[in-house]
């Protein structure tokens, strides 16, 4: 089984910065993309942006705010969040593609809270 632990979330004023941290444990034999998604109250989850084991990014509508990185070594991703908005207001949610002992499943992390407000 593989547990995903997110951390950074918090209240920001607009204009600022968070920097969200997620790792990876449990039985894992590789993890192949690794990513963060958003929900907003009433809202579907959208995509944030996705990073693959080489490095390879694909975002949502924030590429220009927010970069996405990755450690392989320590199984982990961050998201630095730069200049956000009040619409950035959301539960954050780390995502792995990951193979463990139950075969190659998706996982997510319980989410953290990031709200955005003067």
């Known amino acids: 089984q593989v547990q995903l632990v997110e951390s950074g979330g918090g209240l920001v004023q607009p204009g600022e910065s968070l920097r969200l941290s997620c790792a990876a444990s449990?039985?894992?034999?590789?993890?192949?993309?690794m990513g963060w998604f958003r929900q907003a109250p009433g809202k579907q989850r959208e995509l944030v942006a996705v990073?693959?084991?080489?490095?390879?990014t694909n975002y949502g509508a924030v590429k220009d705010r927010f970069t996405i990185s990755r450690d392989n070594a320590r199984s982990m991703v961050f998201l630095q969040m730069n200049s956000l908005r009040l619409e950035d207001t959301a539960v954050y949610y780390c995502?792995?593609?990951?193979?463990?002992?139950?075969?190659?499943?998706?996982?997510w992390g319980q989410g953290t809270q990031v709200t955005v407000s003067s």
């Open positions: 995502n792995a593609l990951a193979h463990g002992t139950d075969g190659t499943e998706i996982y």
């Open positions: 449990g039985s894992i034999s590789s993890i192949y993309t």
């Open positions: 990073i693959s084991k080489s490095g390879v």
